[in-house]
């Protein structure tokens, strides 16, 4: 699976990933989280399986907690990319300091909803990774980096 660190091609992993997570029943968890990593894991029964992994490398923020869980948003996306503005009013209220070479990105998870993006389930990174265990979904997200 390809490491996603570009606005295009994070924007069709996510709408991917919601088309392929929508309604299936799934709870995900913090599987670890570190600077470097958080690592979220989703599946519809954690006793016998994963379904997939996500990865958010090089991370600069979070307000997601090390222990986080939370239950699938059900009839609704599981995860939204945020607009440049809305990551740029993140920035500059929690005043998070960024590299200026440094391209980032925002992710909200549907916790409490995308429009609560400031209070829980955000994270501001470089890369976005996804591993469905299923191989066939995989195929799916092998797309041109460069556009």
Same mark, same amino acid.
């Given at each position: ?36 990593? +958080?690592?979220?894991?989703?599946? $519809? ?10 990865? /958010?490398?090089? *991370? @600069?923020?979070t307000n ?22 809305? +990551?740029?009013?993140?920035?500059? $209220? ?10 980032? /990105?925002?992710? *909200? @998870?549907?916790?409490?909803g995308k ?33």
């Amino acid at each position: 699976m390809p490491t996603f660190s570009n606005y295009t091609t994070i924007q069709k992993a996510v709408e991917l990933f919601n088309k392929q997570a929508y309604n299936v029943g799934f709870d995900f968890k913090v599987y670890t989280i570190e600077p470097s990593c +958080l690592y979220v894991q989703a599946s $519809f029964d954690f006793s016998y399986y994963v379904n997939v992994d996500l990865e /958010f490398r090089e *991370v @600069f923020y979070t307000n997601i907690s090390p222990d986080a869980a939370w239950p699938d948003a059900w009839y609704a996306d599981q995860l939204f990319l945020l607009t440049e503005d809305e +990551l740029e009013d993140i920035i500059q $209220f929690r005043e998070i300091e960024i590299p200026e070479e440094k391209k980032v /990105f925002g992710f *909200v @998870f549907n916790i409490i909803g995308k429009e609560n993006y400031f209070i829980n389930g955000t994270v501001i990174c470089s890369e976005f990774y996804i591993n469905w265990r299923h191989p066939n979904h995989n195929s799916a997200y092998i797309f041109d980096q460069n556009t």
